[in-house]
Structures are given as structure tokens and as C-alpha cells.
């Protein structure tokens, strides 16, 4: 058990999202302008569609959305990343999933740091998408020898920082004074610092090897590279973003827009141009980075590994259309999808999306331990709901990246998912996201059958 006197991991994560969303806001205004299209759009869809949000979404509540984000950074070295898990880690984050993003022409792997208990989730759902560089994959050895020389010279975390994570693993836990440091501090490591590590022909050189080489290696620390706020109409959002002019991607990532949203849909802005120093700049020299951008997603039903399947399968189909096809991706897009069911029933009988049940009031009073759990369902004793998908998408993620690193840029690494050496790095396992949705799941039916078995004292227990 925690001390009484400690604040809460859930406590450390909430306030810790909400001073990185005053700093983005702050270093990059247009994800402000992001907050507000999305707190417009979300407030909408909840007054006037309160019946298909809580049918699709019914975690959905203002309270959630309107604080719930991801945001994103890359590291260089293993250290730097064992020291940003051992960060998260007391804000009660945990890294769930493996990302090979070398396939889609970017020289990183990654995970995400999260909650991971329901109850966490719900308190605040805050995910960290962490990349770390693949220097094996600069080719250049020289160039790689610099890139590993530059990084080793870095330290990301402050003093106090790692004191402050040093004392929390050792004493299970902070005090409030020690809590209110230790955000303050890491955040420091998540800021931009615009007096870069390199010279400007060591910057160009790195950024013709890969720009997001250049973006992790040139500067003093893994800046927050954007903040994703979430919203329930991603299309609505995207239209907005179009109607105030703010250059959004042409088109969304992800699955098309459905009855019942499954996985993750997102979008974002161009990356924004920020003045740098290099070391060695005379008075008013200087360059300009671009790296730091914004997006907006929208989350459905977290899918099984045969939904997975299917909708890898179909997004590839839309993105290599057959001869005679029109050509437009949204259009190709909607037509794949047809072939996914799109109803939740039929997405849980076809055990392609995962559900999370529970017992009716009229299962309360007229169930019974006996039958199936199809039956029950029939019967209107339990009801299914949709388990939000809580992770990312690497195609995604790579059209991201790639939108945001210019044009010309599209480099071939081959596939080469390192899972192991990332683990490695990382000094611990990743969860596997199947395996945690699977779980919840389970876990909901052990109660309904606990209730239904046991009906009378299942109806004592009923306070909602
Ligand atoms: C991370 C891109 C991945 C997402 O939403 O898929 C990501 C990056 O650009 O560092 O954030
Ligand atoms: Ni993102």
C-alpha cells in the first residue's frame, strides 16, 4: 500500500498533462487554437448525439475529453530512455506496445507510455508516444559517430529531476512539495530549447541523412514534438481546421468514418517553423527547424487480432487500389471498408472488437446464473459496450511523421522490427495491448457472472 501522506500516481499524470498542455500552448499557439475547435466540436456532438456518444463512446464525459491527450517525443540513447520510463513510471504510466516504424521510412522504434487499469484510464488518460533513433540505420559511419558522440555529451534530466525520481522509487511514492518539483523539473526535459547541441553543417549534414535524425541529435533534450487533444467528430474538427485556415493534412489517417469508430482516426497540422542557434553562430546568424506540430484524433472500439487483421488488410487495399478504381483515397477507403462490419453486435459476435459487459437493471431482477452469455445478451440481462482503443497505429503514425517532415524525405529502410534490442533498451518488457484489452474484457464478464449467479447479492451491490 501507498502512504497516506503520498499524492497519487493518477494525481502526478493529470497535473503533469495539464502544465505540458499550458507549455505547448504556450511554445507552439496554434495547438491552443487545436484545443478550442476541439472543445466546440466535442461539447456539440455531446448535446446534440448524447444517445450514439454513450452508445459508441461511454467513457466519453466532458470531464475526460476535455483533459484527455498524447503527446510525442523521440530519444537517442537507450539511457535517455530508461530515464524518461523511470519518469513516467511515477506518474503511474507503463510502456504498452512495440512500433517498427523503420518499415515506413523513419529510422526509429517506439512504444507508449500509459495507464494501463481502467480506473487509471478514466482518471486521465494521458499517453506519451516515445520513439528511439536507430543509429545502426545512419549509414554514414562517420556521420553515425558524431550523431552517437553528440548524444552521449547530452543530459536530458535535471539534477532534481532524477533525485526527485530516485526518491520516488525508493519510497514508493511523493509527497505533495516533492510532487510539485518533480513536474516542474521533468517537464523541463519536454521543452524547447532553441540553442542546438551542433554547428550548422553538422545540423545539415544530419538532416540530409534523415530530418528526424537531425531533430533528435541537434538539440539539448526530446522536445515534445506535439500534443493531440481528442475529439468525437474528427471530420467536424478537420472541417474546422480547414475554415479557419490552418493547414491540415489532406487527408485522415486511419480507418473511414463508420457507425461504430473502431481504432484510432487523426489528423494534424504542418509543423511550424522555429528560429535555432547553432553553436558557433556569429551575432544574428542562425537557421530555422521544423519539427513541432499539431493533431487531433478520434478513438473507437479497441479491434482483436482478427479485427486487426481484417483492417490492416483493408487499409492496404485502399492504399494499392485495383486498376479502374477512381483514384480518391477517402473514396477507395470507403469502399474497403464495407467489407468491416459495422455494427457493435456484429463486431463482438464476429470477435473482432473487444467489449466490456455488464448487467441490466432487468437482469438484476429477472436473471439467473443459468444460460449463456448469449442467452443473457438476448434476453437483455447484459449489455456489451465498446473497450475504447487506448494505443496507435504505426501506418498512421508514419503518414504523420512523414507529413511532417517535408517532401523529398521519403528514405527505404527495410523492415527490421527490433523488439528485443528495444526491450533491451528499455530495461524492461512492453505489455501487449491484445493481451490488457483482453483482459478488461474478462475481467467485466467474471463480474456479470458473479452477479447473475449470485442475483441477490448482486442487486445489493448496485449503487449506480
Ligand atoms: C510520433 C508520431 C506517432 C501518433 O499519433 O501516431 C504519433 C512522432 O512524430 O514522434 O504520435
Ligand atoms: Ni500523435
Same mark, same amino acid.
Given at each position: ?11 502526478i499524470r ?7 498542455s499550458?507549455?505547448y500552448r504556450?511554445?507552439?499557439p496554434?495547438y ?13 456532438v455531446?448535446?446534440d448525439?448524447?444517445e ?15 483533459? /484527455?491527450r ?16 523511470r519518469?513516467?513510471?511515477?506518474m503511474?504510466?507503463e510502456?504498452?506496445g512495440?512500433y517498427?516504424?523503420?518499415?515506413a ?9 500509459r495507464?494501463i487499469?481502467?480506473?487509471?484510464l ?9 520513439s ?6 545512419? /549509414?554514414?559511419?562517420?556521420l ?12 536530458i ?11 520516488a522509487?525508493r519510497e ?12 516542474e523539473?521533468v517537464? @523541463?526535459t519536454?521543452r524547447w ?10 545540423y545539415?549534414q ?14 539539448r ?20 481546421m480547414?475554415?479557419?485556415?490552418i493547414?491540415a493534412k489532406?487527408?485522415i489517417?486511419g480507418p ?16 511550424i517553423?522555429? @528560429?535555432i542557434?547553432?553553436?558557433g ?13 499539431? /493533431? ?9 487480432? @482478427? ?13 494499392q487500389?485495383?486498376e479502374?478504381s ?8 470507403r ?7 459495422d ?5 463482438r459476435?464476429?470477435g473482432l ?5 455488464a448487467?441490466?437493471p432487468k ?31 504505426p501506418?498512421?503514425?508514419a503518414?504523420?511523421f512523414?507529413s ?5 524525405t ?23 495491448e ?17 452477479r447473475?449467479?449470485h442475483?441477490?447479492?448482486?442487486a ?5
Amino acid at each position: 500500500m501507498s502512504h497516506p501522506a503520498f499524492v497519487s500516481p493518477d494525481e502526478i499524470r493529470s497535473r503533469f498533462s495539464d502544465a505540458m498542455s499550458r507549455m505547448y500552448r504556450e511554445e507552439v499557439p496554434l495547438y491552443g487554437e487545436l484545443m478550442d475547435i476541439v472543445r466546440t466540436v466535442n461539447a456539440r456532438v455531446l448535446a446534440d448525439h448524447p444517445e450514439a456518444v454513450s452508445a459508441t463512446e461511454p467513457d466519453a464525459d466532458v470531464a475526460r475529453l476535455s483533459s /484527455e491527450r498524447h503527446g510525442a517525443i523521440r530519444v537517442g540513447t537507450a539511457e535517455e530512455l530508461r530515464l524518461v520510463r523511470r519518469a513516467f513510471a511515477v506518474m503511474g504510466m507503463e510502456p504498452v506496445g512495440y512500433y517498427d516504424l523503420a518499415a515506413a521510412g523513419v529510422p526509429v522504434h517506439s512504444t507508449a507510455f500509459r495507464p494501463i487499469a481502467e480506473e487509471a484510464l478514466r482518471r486521465s488518460a494521458f499517453r506519451v508516444f516515445t520513439s528511439l533513433l536507430r543509429l545502426d540505420l545512419i /549509414e554514414d559511419e562517420a556521420l553515425r559517430e558524431t550523431a552517437r558522440a553528440t548524444l552521449a555529451r547530452r543530459r536530458i534530466c535535471s539534477e532534481p529531476a532524477i533525485a526527485l525520481i530516485e526518491r520516488a522509487e525508493r519510497e514508493g511514492g511523493l509527497r505533495e512539495a516533492d510532487a510539485a518539483a518533480f513536474i516542474e523539473e521533468v517537464l @523541463k526535459t519536454f521543452r524547447w530549447q532553441s540553442e542546438a547541441l551542433v554547428d550548422a553543417p553538422t545540423y545539415r549534414q544530419l538532416s540530409e541523412a534523415h530530418r528526424l535524425i537531425a531533430d533528435v541529435v541537434s538539440f539539448r533534450g526530446p522536445h515534445i514534438n506535439h500534443l493531440t487533444p481528442r475529439t468525437l467528430d474528427i471530420d467536424a474538427a478537420q472541417a474546422e481546421m480547414l475554415a479557419r485556415d490552418i493547414g491540415a493534412k489532406a487527408v485522415i489517417e486511419g480507418p473511414p468514418r463508420r457507425q461504430v469508430p473502431i481504432l484510432l482516426r487523426q489528423t494534424s497540422f504542418r509543423a511550424i517553423e522555429e @528560429k535555432i542557434r547553432f553553436q558557433g553562430d556569429g551575432e544574428g546568424a542562425g537557421g530555422t527547424h521544423t519539427a513541432r506540430f499539431g /493533431e487531433i484524433e478520434q478513438r473507437g472500439v479497441a479491434l482483436t487480432r @482478427k479485427g486487426r487483421a481484417l483492417y490492416d488488410a483493408l487499409l492496404e487495399q485502399a492504399r494499392q487500389p485495383q486498376e479502374g478504381s477512381s483514384g480518391d483515397y477517402d473514396e477507395n477507403l470507403r469502399r474497403a471498408f464495407v467489407a468491416f462490419p459495422d455494427t457493435l453486435e456484429a463486431l463482438r459476435a464476429g470477435g473482432l472488437a473487444y467489449v466490456r459487459y455488464a448487467v441490466t437493471p432487468k437482469g438484476l431482477r429477472e436473471g439467473s446464473g443459468e444460460g449463456s452469455l448469449e442467452d443473457w445478451l438476448a434476453r437483455g440481462h447484459v449489455v456489451a459496450e465498446p473497450i475504447t482503443y487506448e494505443d496507435f497505429l504505426p501506418v498512421s503514425a508514419a503518414g504523420i511523421f512523414q507529413s511532417n517532415l517535408g517532401d523529398g524525405t521519403h528514405q527505404a529502410y527495410a523492415a527490421s522490427p527490433e523488439r528485443a534490442a528495444f526491450e533491451q533498451a528499455l530495461g524492461i518488457p512492453v505489455h501487449d495491448e491484445f493481451a490488457l484489452y483482453e483482459a478488461l474484457s474478462r475481467a467485466s464478464l467474471a463480474v456479470v457472472r458473479e452477479r447473475l449467479g449470485h442475483p441477490a447479492s448482486g442487486a445489493h451491490e448496485v449503487h449506480s
